[in-house]
């Protein structure tokens, strides 16, 4: 069962941002709280990569390609966990997911984010 709904991608120019969210309606607190959570992306033809975790405490970490530009966050009273993206590029196109880290539940739909060169 699909516990995760993405939203937020859309078409920005190079440069521009867009703030992805994720949330988890069906999940109840207790199972969202210590959960580490993460942001994934895939584009035609290619596996899907890791692009950012964050903890139950709210360590992060992120793929080098992203590095300075986009930033995790969650907030458990909403059960949303976030992605802030700055600086978008060409290479950032890509449909856009979230899950657990490591994602053992199953995948949405996720959100495109298309950033034309």
């Known amino acids: 069962q699909v516990q995760f709904v993405e939203s937020g991608g859309g078409l920005v120019q190079p440069g521009g941002s867009l703030r992805l969210t994720c949330k988890a309606p069906?999940?109840?607190?207790?199972?969202?709280?210590?959960?580490?959570m993460a942001w994934y992306r895939q584009t035609a033809g290619n596996q899907r990569e890791l692009v950012a975790t964050?903890?139950?405490?709210?360590?992060?970490t992120y793929a080098d390609s992203v590095k300075g530009r986009f930033t995790i966050s969650r907030d458990n009273a909403r059960k949303t966990a976030y992605l802030q993206m700055n600086n978008l590029q060409p290479d950032d196109t890509a449909v856009y997911y979230c899950?657990?880290?490591?994602?053992?539940?199953?995948w949405g739909q996720g959100t495109q984010v298309t950033v034309p060169s």
């Open positions: 899950n657990s880290n490591p994602g053992r539940y199953d």
């Open positions: 069906r999940m109840i607190t207790s199972v969202w709280n210590p959960l580490n």
């Open positions: 964050i903890s139950s405490g709210r360590i992060t």
